[in-house]
Structures are given as structure tokens and as C-alpha cells.
């Protein structure tokens, strides 16, 4: 079955961008859209973006300034880049699979924690 | 784009059974199907539970059951027992996606 694996430093400088990647297996990118979500610690789940494969991509408003997601559908990869980060954007990161039909997420990623510190 | 209203916490005793409710407003929850549910234990990643408001996964218990009325959906969980003890969020699509704040379920 498909499966989600996000990479990348889990130590960022503030002020500095914050970039993951995340690998799907066992399946296609194609067909759906991918997406980011966080979850500072101890906090509840923020959703960061989605980027369809082709892509197309929506953000939340809040971060939408920061933010970029881009796709590599050669390597089956999605990334996240987060830019001038804060102590704020410290959290654990998930990639996810977001259907198409009804929008919700399938398949996650265990998550990677990016602490941002100097 | 506001987070939906979810209370903090809710409790209950094994064997019986608990709803969670997830407030929105006529631009996501009441206004489209999709509403999705999430169960999250400590250091874990968040897994379905719940779509398109009431739908099962494949592989996830038939206690768990979802509904709307307006603008408020909600999740319920009969039967109650312990590995049930975890955060519930619930989710909603309206050209964007957002979350609930997360309900602490205690199983007493």
C-alpha cells in the first residue's frame, strides 16, 4: 500500500527557510492532491497547504506568504518550504494524501520534527 | 479561515458510548459533505476514521459512527474501550481545508 515518508533538517536557525520532503512509495503521485500539516507541540493539527500532481496548489492564508509546495513527480517526492521561520513554527510536520473526491487524508507520514533554534 | 469548535475534553466509561461535536459554519461544515474525523494517540500520526461524513475506512471499528445537522457534525464512539483514549479532530473542506481545535477522549 502507499506509503509516506517526510526527510529533512530537524534544526532550522529563525529567520532562515525550513524545507522537507516527502517520498511517497508503493503508488503513484499522480491522482491526488499531497499535503502538509503541522502540530506545534502539545497544540492541535494546522494545515500548511496541498499541491495537486500536476501542480496546482492551495495554501492556508495564514502562512500563505511563506510558503511554497512543489512537486517532483519523476521522483514520487512532494516538498515543503517554510521561509523566515520563527521559535512559532516549531512543530512536528506530516505529509498526507488528500483524495480528491471528499477531501480527506488517508495516508500520513509518521512526521519529522523541526525545532527552530539558534 | 477559522479553526472549527471542538470541546477539549470528553470522558466516558468503557462499554459506553460518547459524542463528540465539531461546530462549524454554513461555509464548510454546513454547506458541504465534506467532513472528515481523525484519531490521534500520543507520538502518532494522525489516522481516518471518518469521511464524506459518515463513512467508515476499511478496517476501522463499526463503533465509530459520524453524522451532521447544520453546521455541526459529530462523531460517536459506542462500546467504549481503553484504546480508544486519544485526541479526536475533525476536518472540513470549503476551498481550503481546516481543522478542529481536538477533543481529549478519557476512557475512565
Known amino acids: 500500500q502507499v506509503q509516506l515518508q517526510e526527510s529533512g533538517p530537524g534544526l532550522v536557525k529563525p529567520s532562515e527557510t525550513l524545507s522537507l520532503t516527502c517520498t511517497v512509495s508503493?503508488?503513484?503521485?499522480?491522482?491526488?492532491?499531497w499535503s502538509w500539516i503541522r502540530q506545534p507541540p502539545g497544540k492541535g493539527l494546522e494545515w500548511i497547504g496541498y499541491i495537486y500532481y500536476s501542480g496546482s496548489t492551495n495554501y492556508n492564508p495564514s502562512l500563505k506568504s511563506r510558503v511554497t509546495i512543489s512537486v517532483d513527480t519523476s521522483k514520487n517526492q512532494f516538498s515543503l518550504k517554510l521561509s523566515s521561520v520563527t521559535a512559532a513554527d516549531t512543530a512536528v510536520y506530516y505529509c498526507?494524501?488528500?483524495?480528491?473526491?471528499?477531501?480527506?487524508?488517508?495516508?500520513w507520514g509518521k512526521g519529522t520534527t523541526v525545532t527552530v533554534s539558534s | 479561515q477559522s479553526a472549527l469548535t471542538q470541546p477539549a475534553s470528553v470522558s466516558g466509561s468503557p462499554g459506553q458510548s460518547i459524542t463528540i461535536s465539531c461546530t462549524g459554519t454554513?461555509?464548510?461544515?454546513?454547506?458541504?459533505?465534506?467532513v472528515s474525523w481523525y484519531q490521534q494517540h500520543p507520538g502518532k500520526a494522525p489516522k481516518l476514521m471518518i469521511y464524506d461524513v459518515s463513512k467508515r475506512p476499511s478496517g476501522v471499528s463499526n463503533r465509530f459512527s459520524g453524522s451532521k445537522s447544520g453546521n455541526t457534525a459529530s462523531l460517536t464512539i459506542s462500546g467504549l474501550q481503553a484504546e480508544d483514549e486519544a485526541d479526536y479532530y475533525c476536518c472540513s473542506y470549503a476551498g481550503s481545508v481546516v481543522f478542529g481545535g481536538g477533543t481529549k477522549l478519557t476512557v475512565l
Open positions: 508503493g503508488g503513484s503521485i499522480s491522482s491526488y492532491y
Open positions: 454554513s461555509s464548510d461544515v454546513g454547506g458541504y459533505n465534506y
Open positions: 498526507a494524501r488528500l483524495t480528491t473526491d471528499y477531501y480527506y487524508m488517508d495516508v
